[in-house]
């Protein structure tokens, strides 16, 4: 059967698809800064590397969200229409029209992971943590922090109110367990003298 200007044109396509970079499946297998991995990804069921790739993170100007990055992170690559290493330079967006999907013009974004890896997330509204198990967990009306050491510094005073505060009794303060110290005259309680 002879071929149409429809298969030819169909072929085209195929070979048009199958030839543009938009995004694909990767790894990290280096990290060489807070904005900078190298990757592998699968092109066409081969492994290929790419080097000194930017990576997108969850910040504003007013804000962020810093997920470590380590060898073996997974998310995806994505390649943009235009040159975009003039906006990366220095945020002017002067680009060359004439490249579309090139392989420089890349960008990696975290967390696109194999059903197989998938970490199972605590319940909550808004939960931030480590996969060795510390947690910020935020829900309607609570806050619950969870952790071996939890520290808190403030360069002013840090201060805790609530209608209730409760403490464990091996709690201590500046050494001495807070629910058993005795005070310099004597007293546990009222009147108060400085704690020994």
């Known amino acids: 059967m002879p071929r149409t200007a429809n298969d030819s044109l169909i072929d085209i396509l195929s070979g048009l698809s199958g030839s543009m970079l938009v995004e694909k499946p990767a790894k990290i297998v280096k990290v060489n800064s807070q904005y900078s991995v190298d990757i592998e990804y699968y092109d066409n069921n081969e492994v290929d590397y790419l080097y000194n790739v930017p990576v997108k993170h969850l910040q504003t100007k007013k804000a962020f969200v810093f997920l470590g990055l380590n060898t073996g992170d997974c998310g995806t690559v994505r390649f943009f229409d235009n040159d975009v290493t003039g906006y990366y330079s220095n945020s002017e967006y002067i680009s060359d029209e004439e490249r579309s999907h090139d392989i420089n013009d890349n960008l990696f974004s975290l967390g696109f992971y194999p059903s197989n890896e998938q970490y199972i997330f605590p319940t ?73």
């Not at 947690?135 to 002013?156: C, H, K």
């Not at 500046?174 to 003298?193: A, I, R, V, W, Y």
């Open 124 to 196: 909550g509204d808004i939960v931030i943590g480590t996969t060795a198990g510390a947690t910020i967990n935020l829900t309607s009306n609570n806050i619950t922090i969870n952790g071996g050491n939890i520290t808190i510094t403030g360069s002013g005073n840090v201060n805790i109110s609530g209608s209730s505060i409760n403490i464990g009794s091996d709690t201590t303060i500046d050494g001495k367990k807070f629910l058993e110290h005795t005070h310099s005259n004597g007293n546990q309680g009222n009147p108060t003298g400085g704690v020994i």
